[in-house]
């Protein structure tokens, strides 16, 4: 459950025009990290930690004031959840070549 002061609102907050701080904004990202990797070996990785953890990483990564080196960092990492994301979502069921010839 979250408020809107939890950790995965901050880019919200980014978006409505308020830039949130960056040490907020790595201090959440962490945590949600921290908390993905802990879920992982259980039931599976969770989507939706993953799409968060992506948005606060290109937050990051848009952050006037953060360094250029960890502007870059975030972007780097932010492109790897992508993957992650990306890997998870549902695949369309492939169609053999019969299904794709045959009338519907």
Not at 10 to 29: C, D, I, Y
Not at 42 to 48: E, N, P, Q, R, W
């Amino acid at each position: 459950m979250h408020t809107s002061d939890s950790p995965s609102s901050a880019p919200l907050a980014a978006a409505a025009g308020t830039a949130p701080q960056p040490e907020l904004l790595v201090s959440s990202a962490l945590h949600l990290m921290t908390h993905y990797s802990a879920q992982a070996g259980k039931d599976g990785a969770c989507l939706k930690l993953a799409a968060v953890i992506e948005r606060h990483l290109k937050a990051l990564a848009a952050h006037a004031d953060l360094s250029p080196v960890l502007r870059a960092t975030c972007q780097q990492l932010a492109q790897q959840w992508e993957g992650v994301v990306d890997q998870a979502l549902p695949q369309p069921p492939r169609r053999t070549l019969f299904g794709r010839l045959a009338p519907r």
